[in-house]
Nanobody
Framework: QVQLVESGGGSVQAGGSLRLSCVSS????????LGWFRQAPGKEREGVAR??????????LYVDSVKGRATISQDNAENMVYLQMNSLKPEDTAMYYC?????????????????WGQGTQVTVDS
C-alpha cells in the first residue's frame, strides 16, 4: 500500500516561489503516473500537474493556469515527486495534494488516481 506524504507548503508573498515535495513513505511509486492537485476553500479539487515516464522520457502535463510557472519533476532514486511553483499568485492559495495513479499513464482527472497524501497548505498573500 502506497503512502504519500507532502511537505514544503507555507505562506509567501505574491511573486514568490515554493517547492512542494512528496515522498512515498511506504511502497514505491516508480513506474506510476504521479500528479499534484489543489483545492481552494469552497472550490472543487483540480489537477495542477502530472508526470509519467516512458522509455526514458518524462512526460508532463499542466493545467493552463500554472503553465510557465510550475514544474513537476520526479526523483526515482529517492521515491519522490516535486512541484516547483514560481511567480505565485493569490489565486494559487489552496491545499496541495500529491497523488499516485495505479497505472503507468494518466491524465489530470481525480478518478485516475488511487493514492493520495494528506496535503500541504500554500497561502499566497497579495
Amino acid at each position: 500500500q502506497v503512502q504519500l506524504v507532502e511537505s514544503g507548503g507555507g505562506s509567501v508573498q505574491a511573486g514568490g516561489s515554493l517547492r512542494l515535495s512528496c515522498v512515498s513513505s511506504r511502497g514505491t511509486v516508480n513506474g506510476n503516473c504521479l500528479g499534484w492537485f489543489r483545492q481552494a476553500p469552497g472550490k472543487e479539487r483540480e489537477g495542477v500537474a502530472r508526470i509519467y515516464n516512458f522509455a526514458g522520457t518524462a512526460y508532463t502535463l499542466y493545467v493552463d493556469s500554472v503553465k510557465g510557472r510550475a514544474t513537476i519533476s520526479q526523483d526515482n532514486a529517492e521515491n519522490m515527486v516535486y512541484l516547483q511553483m514560481n511567480s505565485l499568485k493569490p489565486e494559487d492559495t489552496a491545499m496541495y495534494y500529491c497523488a499516485a495513479s495505479p497505472t503507468a499513464w494518466c491524465g489530470l482527472q481525480i478518478r485516475e488516481y488511487k493514492y493520495w497524501g494528506q496535503g500541504t497548505q500554500v497561502t499566497v498573500d497579495s
